[in-house]
């Protein structure tokens, strides 16, 4: 059987692969499953109903994915603050910080506005570790079909908590305004924010203003359908377009939950995961602050970002791509900093997950100390030529486990050499594989990646 979860939660067409009866199942199997566990215990034991909290994005799915949720919990006698539209890491900043025993996050990221998912967060404020999924995923099979048992201690009462917000944007202002640092680290930056019409459009625009920014929002009109359309961090020829006409210094954009953060620079230039995340780690080691010396990211990673960290004397430690493996790395080695090319920046001094919002304040917060043009801090490494590839419709265990497949990849990696690299791998988020190749010569990437992307779609 196919893994309910993916590497970031449940996802799906809404309607369809995510229908309301699947999002109430699954968020009665959480309840079940984690009522041994944590805040579910405790809550027990001092005689009161566990805690749950259920924000989502800007898509339309998410108004009845969301009662359906919130349905499953309550009639499993747990009690439900309702967030509505809000930050992916906002709903997890605020598990932990009231004490919830489970977050539940109603999202699709970046995806279009037709696909949902349904993202879990425990207590603390953590994504559930794989084991914890998998038990969830069994419990939906042994509950398939059998009736509904009322909860012992009564149903969960459900309240509206849209008053929370202003909690969670007071702690990532805190993050550049706290003790020892100015009032407004952004004052003089003009700063073109785009919301891809997704949950950073009622916080992005505000925090940077409280941070002092003049800011000028767009796609920050969400109507239910238009999430990510054209806008956002995976179309950021908008967000250079609207740099260049407003003479702003820089530009942020954020996907549809706004857990990732991209930037452009005053000249368009765009400045991606890797490069954020260079400069973080060269900032935070420069005040002492980068335990270990040490910066974790994926396989994804540039060739830049290491030579750069190499130089710096930092070390680099490489997970599987995924934000959640990210984390387990910097949870078993007591790392803070962490973070993927696509945006995904982990501070675990202020979040425990990744968080766009925070991640745009403390660049730009770097940025302002720096007193320099955002191109010029975040030139702290040279970009290798890139070339991503997505190949759609093919059969992703048959590509893993094409001996052709492995010959062909064998073969350009020893093309490259040392200047470059290959890396094909299945996507944890999408029915595709995708092929990623580098090299100094970016025609040569090119070539590269088209010959290997042909081999999956025979491999598949």
Known sequence: MVRLF???????????????????????????????????LEADQAGRRPLALVGRDSRASGEFLEAAV?????????????????????????????????????????????????????????KLPD??????????GRSAGRPAVPPADG???????????????????????????????????????????GAASAFA???????????IAIGAEPDGLNINA??????????????AKHGADAGIAHDGDADRCLAVGADGEVIDGDQILAVLTLALAGQGRLPGNTVVTTVMANLGFKNAMKDAGITVIETAVGDRYVLE????????????QSGHIIMLDYATTGDGLLTALQLLATTARQALPLADVAAVMTRYPQVLLNVPGVDKARVADSPELAAAVAAAGQQLGASGRVLVRPSGTE???????EATDPGQAHQVAERLAAAVRAAG
């Open 431 to 437: 029915p595709a594989v995708r092929v990623m190749v």
């Open 70 to 126: 919130v349905a499953g919990l309550a009639g499993a006698g747990v009690d439900v603050l309702r967030l509505g539209v809000i930050p992916t890491p906002g709903v997890a900043y605020l598990t932990r910080d009231l004490g919830a025993a489970l977050g539940v996050v109603l999202s699709a990221s970046h995806n279009p506005a037709p696909d949902n998912g349904i993202k879990l967060f425990g207590h603390g404020g953590f």
């Open 6 to 40: 993916g590497t970031d939660g449940v996802r799906g067409v809404a309607g369809a692969d995510l229908t309301g009866q699947l999002a109430m199942d699954l968020a009665s199997a959480a309840a079940a499953v984690l009522r041994d566990t944590g805040a579910f």
């Open 230 to 243: 054209g806008c956002g961090s995976t179309h950021l020829e908008t967000l250079s377009a609207e740099v």
């Open 155 to 197: 149903f969960g009462r459900v309240t509206d908590a849209g008053a929370e917000h202003d909690r969670y944007l007071q702690h990532l202002l805190a993050s550049v305004t706290g003790p020892g640092q100015v009032p407004a680290p952004l004052a003089g930056l003009t700063v073109v924010v785009d919301c891809a019409h």
């Open 329 to 340: 790395a910097m949870g078993a080695g007591h790392y803070t900093l962490g973070g993927e």
């Open 205 to 215: 625009p505000r925090l940077l203003q409280m941070a002092g920014a003049k800011v």
């Open 131 to 140: 084991a914890v999924e998998d038990e969830i995923e069994a419990q939906l």
